[in-house]
């Protein structure tokens, strides 16, 4: 299980985790696959859209990519 970081449920992490779980059930992809295609342990994932983890640029650029979108467009599904 990954640590929460000390940041946690912050507004930017909350809305990050929540465009991405919001865009990835949109797509009918599961956690579990999209942490496949983006290279990211699922815990890590879970994590991530429940705003627990503050993920670092490369991880959000995979995650983007993963559900076919630019960093740039996620982060405004996330309202950032």
């Known amino acids: 299980m990954p640590i929460t970081s000390p940041n ?16 990835r059930s949109e797509r009918g992809v ?9 290279g990211i342990d699922r815990s890590y994932l879970g994590a991530i859209e429940r705003g627990d983890q503050n993920a670092g ?3 959000l650029t995979r995650i983007a990519e993963a ?14």
């Open 57 to 59: 640029l490369l991880h």
């Open 8 to 23: 946690a449920k912050e507004f930017p992490l909350v809305a990050f985790g929540g465009a991405v779980r919001a865009t």
């Open 30 to 38: 599961s956690q579990e696959e999209l942490a496949h295609k983006s």
């Open 67 to 80: 559900l076919s979108l630019s960093l740039a467009e996620l982060m405004a599904k996330a309202g950032l």
